[in-house]
Each structure stands twice: as structure tokens, then as C-alpha cells.
């Protein structure tokens, strides 16, 4: 069934590949954006544009007025436009998620879907993990403080009343993210380093499917659930930097790389089940052929 839906955050790379497929089926969506100037891909795609700020409560009702979904996309984090930075993004996960769930509230819209980041699921080594496993960080670190953002983000829309659905997202690469270039661009001129002796796990999601099990989760709405969306094979570092520099003639990249994650090798055997969807790229070998 058509459904109205707001996507906040409408200018970042998910929404950018979001908004066409949620149109393609069918769906009416409104993408709320700070800066409508650089909505060119929602507009072209037939979204109507609203603007709205996570930290602007009523500009967010407003956005969301007449709308039967609402889906919190905003994010800070560093990308390829050089904006947004770590501390900033715990901030809007944090402090935003209740403007989110005051806005929908506001606006009479029942039914939420999250963003959320799949390493919270981590085992920290090469054992396999689900939605059930909850990482506990050796230390204060980088990642540590965005576990703890997003912890708070979900516990926000858990309580909020709404019917909610979180997604946590593996590791997004893919047209827009930025990751592929660098790592393309690191082994071309031998600066690609693998993180630490690249024996860690790392669990990808290409972000085109990334927005395919979107799309399955408003078409199938699997109430209250937390799901973790990823490709089916998980891969250790090495493979996927040696597979980079191999497809450029490259030798295997050096170790001793800054680790940014903790190891995860994650099942996706929920989300599959829940929403009807599998992803296209079922490995990084896939995803990354060029």
C-alpha cells in the first residue's frame, strides 16, 4: 500500500539512493533538508521538499505533517563533501532523536523507522554475532562514543510511543559514501594500510541495498524490531584491501593501519527473514568490481 513518508536528513547519500527506490514503489516522500538548494537528486526524483532542522522541533512537525511514516536519516558524520565530524554526530544521535520523536508526535505521525550503526552487535574477534550480542569497548575510543550515541538514540525511540523499526546498518560503502574512493585511491598510490594486522572482521553493506531493505521494511513493516542489514559475507580486512590493490595490480597493502571499528562478522539472517530482502551485492567482491 502507497504511503506518505518523510525521510529526514533528504540530502545525505542514504536518502540519495532512499528517495528514487521509495517513489519507484509507489510511496509519496518528502525529504526534509537544512539546504533545499542541494536537494537535486529528491527533487528530480519527484519528492516535494520541505526544510526542517533535527534541533528545530517545529520545523520538523511541520515537515511532517500529513504523513503516515517518518524516517530519521540525519547524520554528521566526516564525508566526501568535507562536512560534519564525530562529536557533532553523537550530538545529533543524542540530543536529536527526541526532537525526532516530539516532531512526530506533533505532527501525528505513528509509525518510525532508524538509522542505526551494526557494530553495537560486535564480537570484537573472528566469532560470529547477532542482533543479541552487545559489544563492550575495552576503552574510551572514537567508536566507543558512537556505541554509547546510538545506544541512546535507540532507547529514545523505544520509549517514544511510536510503532518504530531500527535498522543498523553495516559498514556503508557504494556510489556517494566516499569509502571506495579512498580505499581506490590509497592502494593506486600505496598508502592503502590494512587496520592493524587486518585480521579483524568487517561487515559491509553496499549502499544500494542498504535502501532496498528500506524500502522492504516500509513495505513489510516488521513492528518493533531491531535488525541488522549487511551483506552475507562478512570478510577480515586483508581480504578486502588485498582484493583492492589486486584489481589495480597493486601488492597486498602494508598493516599497521588506524583500527576504526571493532571487529564484526554479523548475521543477517533477521532482516532476510523480516523483510523479504536479500542483498544484490552479496559480498564486497561483488560490490566493488570495477
Not at 531493505?213 to 581480504?239: H, Y
Request: hydrophobic residues 45%; neutral net charge.
Amino acid at each position: 500500500m502507497a504511503q506518505s513518508i518523510a525521510v529526514l536528513g533528504g540530502n545525505g547519500v542514504y536518502a540519495r539512493h532512499l528517495i528514487p527506490r521509495l517513489i519507484a514503489a509507489s510511496h509519496k516522500v518528502r525529504a526534509v533538508v537544512r539546504r533545499p538548494e542541494a536537494a537535486g537528486i529528491a527533487r528530480d526524483s519527484g519528492a516535494e521538499i520541505c526544510i526542517g532542522d533535527i534541533f528545530d522541533t517545529a520545523s520538523m512537525a511541520a515537515a511532517f505533517a500529513g504523513c503516515d511514516i517518518a524516517i530519521n536519516l540525519a547524520t554528521s558524520l566526516p564525508g566526501p563533501s568535507g562536512r560534519g565530524d564525530f562529536t557533532a554526530n553523537d550530538k545529533l544521535r543524542v540530543e536529536g532523536a527526541p526532537n525526532f520523536v516530539a516532531a512526530s508526535n506533533q505532527a501525528g505521525v505513528a509509525r518510525a523507522i532508524q538509522q542505526s550503526i551494526s557494530f553495537l552487535n560486535a564480537s570484537g574477534s573472528d566469532a560470529w554475532s547477532d542482533e543479541d550480542h552487545r559489544y563492550v569497548p575495552p576503552g574510551e575510543t572514537v567508536a566507543s562514543k558512537a556505541m554509547d550515541a546510538a545506544e541512546a538514540m535507540e532507547a529514545t525511540i523505544r520509549a517514544s510511543g511510536l510503532d518504530w523499526i531500527i535498522l543498523r546498518g553495516g559498514l556503508f560503502y557504494g556510489p556517494g559514501t566516499g569509502f571506495d574512493e579512498r580505499w581506490f585511491a590509497g592502494a593506486a598510490s600505496g598508502k592503502l594500510k590494512m587496520p592493524g594486522d587486518g585480521s579483524d572482521y568487517v561487515s559491509l553493506v553496499h549502499i544500494a541495498d542498504m535502501a532496498a531493505a528500506t524500502v522492504a521494511t516500509v513495505d513489510r513493516w516488521p513492528s518493533r524490531q531491531t535488525l541488522i542489514v549487511c551483506d552475507d559475507m562478512p570478510a577480515q580486512w586483508r581480504e578486502v584491501f588485498g582484493f583492492i590493490a589486486a584489481s589495480l595490480g597493486q601488492p597486498e597493502p602494508a598493516s599497521g593501519g588506524a583500527a576504526g571499528f571493532p571487529s564484526f562478522r554479523l548475521r543477517n539472517t533477521r532482516a532476510r527473514a523480516a523483510l523479504d530482502w536479500q542483498p544484490f551485492y552479496r559480498s564486497f567482491r561483488e560490490g566493488l568490481a570495477r
